[in-house]
């Protein structure tokens, strides 16, 4: 059964500062890997997908990396500002539907 | 990108009474929807894949008597909640393919249900 684990489970950063979350996975046979963001009280927001074949994906200020042979993603946010605060998941889809981490609650402290 | 609606946001009943809430593929059909379920500062975990036409399957723990799912049209699914008590309350999301046989997926905004 696929699980996924996210480091921090929390963390709290000034702001523009560079930061990374952590994502790991136990199978690693995935098709893709996707982040979202989650607002309180709110909905999911997706912000990166990468297909299982890819390395890596990049949007804006967010840049996510893909190792599937060691089960490991990264989502690395660059000068983070005040209105990043927020839950980040990460969540893979393989042979059932999405299946979720528990999230990393952001802080970015003006 | 394709669009998932739902309905209500938000809802607010009585323990014991039933609770419907809509999943709508906006602009795609989806012969298959499925439901999560998020508790407070929890992840979201899958309840039930809808199929159109059959079935469905729910996820091992959930009860099917008690999560009604009906999935009667390609862009509509349903998830009743029976004789609903404030364990219940949750925050449900339902999510569909992008296209028949697609890995990536759409989420609905979510329907925050209190039961009191």
């Known amino acids: 059964k696929q699980e996924v684990t996210q480091i921090p489970a929390a963390l709290s950063v000034p702001e523009g500062e560079n930061l990374v979350l952590n994502c790991s996975f136990t199978?690693?046979?995935?098709?893709?890997l996707q982040w979202f963001r989650q607002d309180p009280g709110k909905g999911l927001t997706s912000l990166l997908l990468?297909?299982?074949?890819?390395r890596e994906q990049t949007s804006g200020r967010l840049n996510a990396s893909l190792d599937k042979s060691s089960g490991r993603s990264t989502l690395y946010i660059a000068a983070s500002q005040p209105g990043d605060s927020a839950t980040y998941l990460c969540?893979?889809?393989?042979?059932?539907?999405?299946?979720f981490g528990k999230g990393t609650r952001l802080s970015v402290i003006a | 990108g394709a669009v998932v609606s739902q309905h209500p946001s938000r809802v607010i009943c009585k323990s014991g009474t039933s609770v419907k809430i809509e999943c709508r593929s906006l602009d795609f059909q989806a012969t298959t929807m499925f439901w999560y379920r998020q508790f407070p500062k929890q992840s979201l975990m899958l309840m039930a894949t809808?199929?159109?036409?059959?079935?469905?399957?729910?996820e091992q723990g959930v009860e099917k008597d008690k999560f009604l799912i009906n999935h009667a049209s390609l862009t509509l699914s349903t998830l009743t909640v029976t004789s609903a008590h404030p364990e219940d309350s949750s925050f449900y999301i339902c999510?569909?393919?992008?296209?028949?046989?697609?890995?990536?997926?759409?989420f609905g905004p979510g329907t925050r249900l209190t039961v009191t």
């Open positions: 199978d690693s046979a995935i098709y893709n």
């Open positions: 990468i297909q299982s074949s890819q």
């Open positions: 809808s199929n159109e036409g059959s079935k469905a399957t729910y």
């Open positions: 969540a893979v889809r393989g042979n059932t539907p999405l299946v």
């Open positions: 999510s569909a393919p992008a296209a028949a046989g697609s890995y990536e997926q759409y």
